[in-house]
């Protein structure tokens, strides 16, 4: 296929389609508490990336016998809405939205305590309402703000980014437009407190050298996101600093 | 021996709070002599003891804890109860009638019914089975009156109040009969439907404004206003 390249993606002075800078992420907003029928709930907006995400749980096993003697049983549901993308997609689950609940589901586990409630199930359900790239990384860091509201106990947030190899360079935060047309793209899931790697996917080919920047540009990406996340707790439970009395 | 955060400041879970020499209370977790909050709450350092006062989360059984269950299942000689848990709680007959229940003769149903009301204490629970309740003590047992609301479990500490502040006021200004559940239900019974419904209201209340100071003398002009 020819495909002229009328528009490059980064100028000549280094900076990307949208205006960012090569290592600059894209704005984030992160809220939670935004549904009322759920334990724990979370939304966010990642430039233009808007994804929802609802927690279930600790909650009796259904069905039963798929419950574990030992600790709770946590399951993933990643859901791309209709109108998320462009191009209208098919309301049926698809091939890559059973493997992203997997691969959002083992980026999360570690950082819960599923110990502490053997023969339960937590449920994370993850609506992407618009999709620009980095859908798995917005909703695994929205999901750990998710599972926070819920009051499940975690060993640390989960805060998520990727890096992408684009017209020769590494970029942070990549976009839908950058995901399609870079070389490569590289998602990271990270425990800063911990310095614990739950996530790490690549395709594309980079080089060994890349392949250790590009370490160093996440952990940096997702100390970022992780301040964020931990804005958007304080200003959701400002109002809750107690100084009043308590038993 | 120090500490990171000041007693009453707001953690996130994976928040670094001590290192040294303390003891993990609830909600903290120790990793390689370092402590870590694991829930979004208010730290609470007492004698070396580092906690975590959770601002969200679900009941947990503690042996002893009295508890408010809703009947949802009769089995031959048992009931299991929700309370507002992840954990059924299991009411057997013998800690609930003062007589054996003969499951041949009659049923389970026959003194407790799907969607009554029961006052229980646990007796045991360890997570591997499910809490064991007992209604057998003084004061426990099926709640034939009143009105049962429930509320969020992280206030109930604030519904009862230092020393009992709360809970005894409420008593006293409105000489009603009132039980807090340790799992977030609250038993209420008044003189009339309406009065129930008023303390109800200054319940909601204290839910609501559970971290301002001086709310043990707002609920009292409140209900004082509602009296008239």
Not at chain 1, 204 to 221: A, N, Y
Request: net charge neutral; charged share 30%.
């Amino acid at each position: 296929m020819s495909e002229s390249k009328i528009e490059r993606l980064i100028s000549e002075d280094g900076i990307r389609c949208d205006g960012r800078r090569l290592d600059e992420i894209r704005p984030i907003k992160f809220q939670l508490g935004v549904l009322k029928n759920t334990d724990g709930s979370a939304y966010v907006e990642w430039g233009r990336t808007k994804i929802l995400v609802g927690v279930m749980g600790p909650r009796e096993s259904h069905p039963k016998h798929l419950a574990l003697s030992d600790k709770a049983r946590v399951e993933a549901y990643y859901r791309m809405a209709s109108f998320s993308v462009e191009e209208w997609k098919s309301p049926a689950p698809s091939r890559r939205e059973v493997e992203l609940s997997k691969v959002i589901r083992e980026a999360l586990e570690p950082a819960i305590f599923v110990e502490f409630f053997p023969r339960t199930s937590i449920d994370i359900f993850i609506e992407v309402l618009q999709a620009d790239g980095s859908t798995r990384c917005a909703s695994i860091s929205a999901a750990s703000l998710a599972l926070v509201d819920a009051g499940i106990p975690m060993r640390d947030l989960v805060a998520s980014i990727a890096v992408g190899k684009v017209e020769g360079k590494l970029v942070l935060d990549v976009q839908d437009k950058e995901d399609k047309a870079g070389e490569s793209d590289m998602p990271m899931a990270y425990m800063p407190s911990k310095n614990a790697v739950t996530l790490l996917q690549m395709d594309g080919q980079i080089t060994h050298e890349e392949f250790m920047q590009s370490i160093e540009l996440l952990k940096k990406g997702c100390m970022e996101v992780y301040r964020k996340q931990k804005e958007a707790i304080e200003s959701h439970f400002k109002g809750a600093v107690s100084n009043g009395e308590e038993a | 021996m120090t500490t990171f955060y000041e007693p009453r400041q707001l953690v996130s879970p994976g928040t670094l709070l001590a290192e040294g020499n303390y003891q993990p209370g609830f909600n903290v977790y120790r990793d390689d002599g370092k402590y870590y909050a694991s829930m979004v709450g208010l730290v609470d350092i007492r004698n070396n003891v580092i906690s975590v006062i959770p601002l969200r989360g679900c009941y947990i059984p503690q042996p002893g804890d009295l508890v408010i269950g809703k009947v949802v299942e009769c089995i031959s000689t048992a009931w299991m109860l929700d309370i507002r848990s992840p954990y059924q709680g299991v009411l057997f007959a013998s800690e609930f009638l003062s007589k054996p229940l003969n499951p041949l003769k009659e049923e389970a149903r026959r003194y407790l019914d799907v969607g009554e009301m029961v006052v229980a204490t646990v007796m045991a629970f360890d997570r591997t089975r499910n809490p064991s309740l007992t209604a057998r003590d003084h004061g426990l047992g099926k709640i034939h009156r009143g009105t049962v609301i429930d509320v969020d479990f992280t206030r109930v500490p604030r519904i009862i109040g230092k020393k009992g502040s709360m809970i005894t006021m409420l008593k006293k200004e409105t000489g009603a009969q009132i039980l807090v559940g340790q799992n977030g239900r609250v038993w209420i019974s008044g003189k009339s439907r309406d009065e129930e419904a008023i303390i109800a209201e200054a319940i909601r209340k204290i839910e609501l404004e559970a971290h301002t100071t001086g709310l043990t003398d707002r609920v009292r002009e409140f209900l004082v206003s509602k009296r008239r």
